[in-house]
């Protein structure tokens, strides 16, 4: 399998507000940059984004060393959501999960495309050169969805 490093970054211009995600892929001499963004947004919704377009863009089954620095998206993902969905899309205190819709996309995406991924948070803006090029995507993204 190839193997595939990712760096994704999700920005959000109040929150909710205008917001944007960044994807940076890395696979040997090749890379390739993403990104979007979406007006009435938060920021937790564009980190999980980032994530899903990360690797929605992947056209194999790949190795992925991800980074992020959400611990919203890599808990949620490592840890929360074999709870989530045994109890029907409830957390632990029996409200709906937020964000629903992008959980059950990723949860497509980590469990059903044959991946093998090992998730790394990072602390954002601390000059991590990956996280930092996502984040400058992610606010293109802010900028792409305000018409600027």
Known sequence: MN???IHTDGACK????????????QSGASRKELFGGELGTTNNRMELTAVIEALAALKRPCTVDLYLDSE?????????IGGWKARGWKTAAKQPVKNV???????????GA???IRWHWVRGHAGNAGNERADALANLG???????
């Open 3 to 5: 193997h595939v490093e």
């Open 14 to 25: 109040g929150n909710p507000g205008p917001g944007g995600w960044g994807v940076v892929l």
């Open 72 to 80: 919203y998206v890599r808990k949620g993902i490592t840890e929360w």
């Open 101 to 111: 819709d992008l959980w059950q996309r990723l949860d497509a995406l980590v469990s």
């Open 114 to 116: 044959g991946h093998e």
């Open 142 to 148: 802010v900028d792409q969805a305000l018409g600027r």
